[in-house]
């Protein structure tokens, strides 16, 4: 366990920093030290500017820990703009109790309304919402903010470039007066700070910079390799390269043990290193790894606070990384110094997307990798072997062996007794049947082997049967490639909507997704989706026209969560509302919201 003396000076109660204890904190960052303080002191709104892994979760959780007892009443409430950082933030906010138990709760879309309402019945003391969602639990009266006492804003600047500024102010109308109100954004645009002269009084401001991490000399590549050949294409990767000293970092402790044991099964010398490994035990496996006695290591993501080794070769990321902080502060653990080094990501279908906003959130350079093959494995470990033996020559006192090497010779030819030497000895480490045969991804094989489908990572231009004509939007087609696709609207550029047509550019590897999955929905009419042509004529609406209708747009919870379809004019109250409500007026057009289903269709 860590001393906490830092944390110690921040007036924290002995349970919360059994809690930080447990989670292996150390010292607060810049941010945590500086808001904690003002929120313990409960006198003033806080305004912080600070970027995306700085710690600011555990600068307004703690806290709210220390100061929030269980009620049957809301008493915060964080909005975050994406599903993921709501589960993030929850979960995150959750292990940093120790024996209070605050009942906490993630709000999002593309979840079970019936669960959150479950959930929201119950007492809940934190709320952690996406705004949409909230807003539409707020119209169903299945949320009450009358007591709120803090009301947090996390990735400000993210929430208004997915324009959710209407809908926060709106959210932040039903709340009362005398609350605590925390803003937290990486830049502050002239929105935000119209937010805080209408609604933040008594305010400071705290600017805390970056965690700098200079990627520069990391060459980082991702390996596509199904969750089951994990294991072989680690060995290979790791036998196929000339130096050998690496860290494996995987997602648990479970993980890290399961790993070690197979690693050691094959030969491997390897130690492992997570939280519940005893002090002493730690620090003799930090020896030998920092002595190159063991030179493969398998950590954790809490692990890696203790790992300070400056010349290590390789960092692999068995387990995809939990955010692009936890990325950074992987990789960004090793060469130092000037060196440079090799960051490798092993990549499943499911995490693929995640990869390309990883490259994104980190502006890194992320290289696609081939696996490699067994024989040139084998090859390059007998090009090591060769210089090794070349080396024992020039280096080694062999005279002493002169009269057995003689005896040898007599009745056997030189290069047989260097082969059956090499057997004895190498026999398992030389055979390609020490290497277990590993399947090309599956989610490759039904992808087009065209030019076109290994594009690079941005430039494939759709066209899309569908525009302005059919009230459709950039923001609203966005909404509606999501909602059929799963891809995700920062893997969409370059949005054109026409009267009768549009055009969207996304990664050559999701436009397969996107192609694929509206050719499956297609039944005796086109896809509404296809390549776009190099030229400028755009395919006819009129083969569309007859076939099917896309319907309204439709507003979203969430960038990264669900959605819900819903009438454009659905909460206008105008003479509008009767035109678009029902469907009956227009039934050319006539996909409506409801909120039992998830669509309705009518032809």
């Known amino acids: 366990m860590t001393d906490l003396e830092s944390f110690k000076k921040l007036w924290l109660t002995s349970k919360t920093l059994t809690a930080l204890a447990k989670k292996w904190f150390e010292t607060p960052s810049e941010i945590q030290a500086q808001v904690i303080p003002l929120l313990m002191a409960n006198e003033k709104n806080i305004i912080g500017q600070a970027a995306t892994w700085t710690g600011k979760t555990a600068a307004f959780g703690i806290p709210l820990i220390e100061r929030l007892t269980p009620s049957k009443n809301i008493q915060a409430l964080i909005l975050v703009p994406t599903r993921e950082l709501a589960v993030q933030v929850a979960e995150e906010i959750a292990s940093l109790q120790s024996g209070v138990w605050l009942q906490i709760t993630s709000i999002y879309g593309w979840a079970s309304y019936e669960t959150q309402n479950r959930a929201l019945r119950r007492w809940v003391d934190i709320v952690v919402g996406t705004p949409w969602r909230i807003m539409d639990h707020m119209d169903r009266w299945t949320i009450k903010l009358d007591n709120l006492s803090y009301f947090i804003l996390d990735e400000a600047d993210e929430m208004l470039n997915m324009w959710f500024l209407d809908d926060i102010k709106k959210i932040f109308s039903k709340t009362k007066q005398d609350k605590r109100v925390l803003l937290f954004s990486a830049t502050m645009p002239n929105e935000i700070l119209s937010i805080v002269k209408k609604y933040m009084w008594e305010c400071q401001l705290i600017s805390a910079k970056k965690a700098q991490s200079d990627l520069a000399q990391t060459e980082q590549f991702y390996l596509e390799v199904n969750e089951r050949d994990k294991f072989e294409a680690l060995c290979r990767v790791m036998d196929n390269e000339p130096d050998f000293y690496w860290i494996v970092f995987c997602k648990t402790k479970a993980d890290v043990d399961f790993l070690f044991n197979k690693l050691h099964e094959r030969g491997y010398m390897v130690q492992a290193l997570h939280w519940d490994i005893a002090q002493k035990q730690r620090e003799n496996i930090l020896k030998l790894f920092k002595t190159k006695k063991v030179k493969i290591l398998i950590a954790t993501d809490v692990a890696a606070r203790w790992i300070d080794v400056n010349d290590m070769t390789h960092v692999v990321n068995y387990n995809f990384p939990q955010d692009p902080e936890r990325y950074v502060h992987r990789i960004g653990r090793t060469g130092r110094a000037g060196k440079t080094w090799k960051a490798i990501t092993f990549v499943t279908w499911s995490e693929y997307k995640k990869l390309w906003f990883f490259q994104r959130a980190t502006k890194s350079d992320i290289k696609k990798a081939d696996m490699p093959e067994i024989k040139n494995v084998i090859k390059n470990k007998q090009t090591r072997l060769k210089s090794t033996i070349y080396s024992m020559i020039e280096e080694w006192e062999l005279d002493k062996y002169n009269d057995f090497v003689n005896d040898l010779l007599i009745d056997n030819e030189p290069n047989k007794i260097i082969a059956a030497l090499l057997k004895m000895a190498y026999q398992n480490e030389l055979s390609e049947d020490k290497y277990k045969p590993i399947e090309k991804s599956s989610w490759r094989q039904s992808y087009s082997s065209t030019k076109e489908s290994y594009s690079s990572s941005w430039g494939t231009r759709l066209f899309i049967a569908m525009g302005k004509l059919k009230w459709y939007t950039p923001r609203s087609l966005v909404e509606f490639i999501y909602q059929e ?31 694929r999955k509206f050719q499956a929905k297609k039944q005796d009419w086109k896809s509404i989706v296809s ?13 569309y026209d007859n076939k099917r209708s896309y319907g309204k747009s439709y507003s979203r919870d969430s960038w990264s969560s669900g959605y819900q379809w819903r009438s454009k004019y659905w909460k206008s109250g105008g003479s509008e509302d009767k035109k678009y409500s029902s469907g009956a007026s227009d039934k050319k057009y006539s996909k409506y919201w409801s909120s039992d289903k998830k669509y309705s269709k009518k032809y």
């Open 485 to 515: 696709t799963g891809v995700s609207w920062r893997d969409i550029d370059d949005v054109r909507v026409m009267e009768d047509f549009s055009f969207v550019t996304v990664p050559g590897s999701q436009a397969e997704i996107i192609i």
């Open 531 to 543: 390549r776009a042509k190099e030229s400028s004529t755009a395919p006819s609406r009129d083969s």
